[in-house]
C-alpha cells in the first residue's frame, strides 16, 4: 500500500523532526530560497526582534547595510542610545506593514509625512519615531532635516539592497484620521497628546496586512527588480491591547495574522519572498516556553542565540549540526522597545 | 607660588609671552609641552611619550618627569580639538554637521541632531591627548588647575581659496567654527569638572569673541593656527587673575 507520506522526507514527520531530536537538535526548520552570502547588502527593518537579527549578521561578518550611519567619532555604547545602528535606518521600530509602506512611500515622494510635531517642553518628538532622540529634537526644522536624510536612506536601500529582511510585528495600529498616517506609538504614550477626534485605532485583517505587504514589494521591486525578501514574525507578544479582548487572545489574533500573509506571500512570490521561522522556534510548544524571561514576553538571550543558530546554520554553513545548546553569544542587549512604554499605562493613575 | 604651563604647541605663544615679559608673572614659571602631546603622568609626575619632543626649561623634566606636587598652579594650553586642515585627515566637521549648517558638496556631511553632535564632540574631547592629561593630572594634583581652551583660528585661514573646511561650507565657515567651538568650550567645561569640580576653564580672552569664528588677526602667528605673543600675553593675564 503506498500513499503520498511514504515520499515525505524525516523532516515532514513530528516524531523524527521534533520530538525524538529534542528542542535543542532540532535541525533543517528552514532553507533559504535564495541566496543570501555575505556579498549581499542586506537591509533589515521592523519590530524590535529585527535588531537581534542586524547585529547577528553584523557581528559574522554579513553584509548589513546600515544606510543611517551614527558619527564615526561616537563612542560606540552612544551610538545605540542615539538610535544608531538598530536598523538599517533611523526609523525607530516599525511594527506595522502599514507603517513600513508609509515610510517608504514617503522616501519614494509617492506620498508626503504630514506636518505634524508634538512639542516636548522647549524641544520636538517626531511622531513617527517618537523615541528616536533621546531628549527630541532642538527644533522642527532639525527634526525635518534628519527625517529627510533617513528618508534618503531608505531611498538608496530601495536602489541598492539585495535582501530586506523585515520583520512583522503587530496588526494594531494608531492613525491620525485627518493626515491617513501611521504612528508606530499611540499619541500620548511616547508623546504628543492623545486626540479621540484625529486618532483612531485600527486591528489590521490578513487581506489589508497582505496589501500593505504587496504594496512593501511592489514599489521596491519597482525600482530594484533583483531585490528580494525574508519574512519573519516577531515572536514578543503585544505589551498591551487597545482591542476588547485578553491581551493573550490578541496577541494570537496579531501574530497568527502576520504569519499567515507571511506564509501566503512565499508561496505566491517563489524565490521572491521567504520566510524565516523566528516565531516558531521561540513560540511553538516543542520549545516550551523556556526561551523566553520571566516575564514571558522578552525573548531570552539564549532564545536570540537559538534563533540566530537556525539562521546562520542555514545561511552560512549548510553543513553544520545543532547537537547541542548553542553558545551564547559574547554580547546580548535588550532590543529598544517602545512597546514596553505601555506597561507604564496599566498602572493606576 | 611656582606656576607650571604645559601641554601642546599653543604653549608656545605663552612662552614667548613670559619671556620678554617675565614680571607678567611675579614667580617662577616652568613649561613643558610637546608638539602633539601624548604623555603621561606616573607617581604623581608628568612624563613625555617622546622625551625627543619635549620643549621645556626643566632640564631634568625630560628623563625624571614633571614633579606636579611641586607647582601651586596648573595651566595647561590648550585644551580641544584643532581646527581643520588640508593635510589632516578626519576632522569631524567633515563627516557630519547641524541641519542648519549649509555644505556644497555633492555628498555633504551626514545631518546630526544638535545632541548627537554634542555627544560626538565629548568623544572627541575624551580621546583627545590633553583632555586625558587634565583627566590624569586631576587624579593626583591637588594645586590649582587651570585650562586655557583651544585658539579660533586667525582670519586668513578664511581667505585661503584652497582651504577645503572654507570650500565645504563656503561662507558659512566662519559661523560652522564659531558654534563648533562654543559647543567644544561647553562640553569640555562640563566634562573638566567631572574630572575635578574646581578645575577652572579660562574663557576665550577679551577681545576674542568665539561667536566670530575666529581670533583677530594681529593676535595669529605666520600661520592662522597658532597664535603669537600677544595672544599669549592674553592668557598669562587670565592666569596671572585667576591666581
Not at chain 1, 46 to 54: D, N, P, R, T, V
Not at chain 1, 160 to 167: F, G, I, K, M, R
Not at chain 1, 185 to 195: L, N
Not at chain 2, 94 to 115: D, G, M
Request: aromatic share 12%; proline share 8%; net charge negative.
Amino acid at each position: 500500500m503506498t500513499n503520498p507520506y511514504k515520499k515525505q522526507p524525516p523532516r515532514a514527520f513530528w516524531r523524527s523532526a521534533v520530538a525524538e531530536p529534542g528542542m535543542w537538535s532540532i535541525k533543517g526548520l528552514w532553507e533559504p530560497s535564495f541566496p543570501l552570502d555575505k556579498t549581499s547588502r542586506i537591509v533589515t527593518v521592523g519590530s524590535c526582534f529585527a535588531q537581534h537579527i542586524g547585529r547577528a549578521l553584523k557581528e559574522k561578518g554579513y553584509n548589513w547595510a546600515d544606510y543611517d550611519p551614527a558619527p564615526r567619532l561616537l563612542r560606540e555604547p552612544l551610538k545605540e542610545r542615539c538610535g544608531y545602528g538598530h536598523f538599517s535606518f533611523r526609523t525607530g521600530n516599525i511594527y506595522t506593514a502599514a507603517l513600513l509602506r508609509q515610510w517608504l512611500s514617503w522616501s519614494l515622494g509617492i506620498s508626503q509625512p504630514p506636518d505634524e510635531y508634538w512639542r516636548s517642553g522647549e524641544r520636538w518628538i517626531d511622531p513617527f519615531r517618537p523615541q528616536i532622540e533621546e531628549n527630541a529634537f532642538a527644533s522642527v526644522e532639525e527634526l525635518i532635516a534628519l527625517r529627510k536624510q533617513t528618508m534618503q536612506g531608505i531611498r538608496q536601500a530601495i536602489e541598492e539592497a539585495d535582501v530586506w529582511v523585515v520583520t512583522l510585528g503587530l496588526t494594531e495600529a494608531w492613525q491620525n484620521v485627518r493626515s491617513n498616517s501611521w504612528y508606530p506609538m499611540c499619541p500620548g504614550t511616547a508623546g504628543g497628546e492623545f486626540d479621540p477626534e484625529q486618532h483612531r485605532f485600527h486591528n489590521f485583517s490578513y487581506p489589508e496586512v497582505m496589501d500593505d505587504m504587496r504594496g512593501v514589494i511592489e514599489m521596491i521591486q519597482a525600482h530594484n527588480s533583483a531585490a528580494r525578501f525574508l519574512l519573519t514574525i516577531s515572536p514578543v507578544p503585544l505589551t498591551a491591547t487597545a482591542t476588547e479582548r485578553h491581551v493573550l487572545v490578541a496577541t494570537e489574533y496579531s501574530k497568527s495574522t502576520l504569519r499567515a500573509v507571511a506564509d501566503d506571500l512565499r508561496k505566491a512570490n517563489p524565490g521572491l519572498v521567504d520566510y524565516f521561522p523566528s516565531y516558531e522556534i521561540i513560540t511553538s510548544p516543542p520549545f516550551r516556553g523556556v526561551l523566553f524571561e520571566p516575564n514571558m514576553r522578552s525573548v531570552s538571550r539564549q532564545g536570540v542565540d537559538l534563533v540566530m543558530h537556525h539562521f546562520m546554520t542555514a545561511i552560512d554553513a549548510p553543513t553544520a549540526s545543532a547537537t547541542t545548546r548553542p553558545a551564547p553569544t559574547t554580547a546580548f542587549r535588550d532590543p529598544k522597545c517602545e512597546e514596553a512604554l505601555l506597561e507604564a499605562f496599566r498602572k493606576p493613575s | 607660588m611656582r606656576v607650571c604651563i604645559l601641554g601642546n604647541s599653543h604653549v608656545a605663544a605663552l612662552y614667548d609671552a613670559w619671556y620678554e615679559e617675565k614680571d607678567l608673572l611675579p614667580c617662577p614659571v616652568d613649561f613643558f609641552s610637546t608638539p602633539s602631546p601624548s604623555n603621561y603622568v606616573k607617581d604623581g609626575r608628568l612624563f613625555a611619550s617622546d622625551p625627543d619632543t619635549v620643549s621645556t626649561n626643566v632640564a631634568d623634566a625630560i628623563n625624571d618627569g614633571l614633579r606636579l606636587s611641586e607647582y601651586d598652579c596648573i595651566l595647561i594650553s590648550a585644551g580641544g580639538y584643532w581646527v581643520y586642515r588640508n593635510e589632516h585627515k578626519g576632522h569631524p566637521l567633515f563627516e557630519i554637521r547641524l541641519a542648519n549648517w549649509e555644505a556644497h558638496e555633492l555628498r555633504p556631511p551626514r545631518i546630526v541632531s544638535s545632541a548627537v553632535m554634542d555627544a560626538t564632540i565629548v568623544s572627541i574631547l575624551l580621546r583627545s591627548p590633553v583632555i586625558q592629561i587634565c583627566e590624569s593630572i586631576a587624579k593626583c594634583y591637588q594645586g590649582k588647575m587651570l585650562v586655557q581652551p583651544w585658539p579660533l583660528p586667525g582670519p586668513g585661514v578664511y581667505e585661503d581659496k584652497e582651504w577645503n573646511f572654507a570650500k565645504l561650507y563656503g561662507e558659512s565657515a566662519p559661523r560652522v567654527t564659531a558654534e563648533f567651538f562654543m559647543r567644544q568650550y561647553e562640553a569640555m567645561g562640563k566634562l573638566l569638572r567631572q574630572f575635578r569640580e574646581d578645575i577652572l576653564l579660562l574663557p576665550y580672552p577679551e577681545p576674542v569673541d568665539p561667536r566670530s569664528g575666529q581670533t583677530p588677526g594681529h593676535f595669529a602667528s605666520a600661520d592662522p593656527w597658532h597664535m603669537n605673543q600677544e595672544y599669549g600675553r592674553l592668557v598669562l593675564q587670565q592666569l596671572r587673575d585667576a591666581t
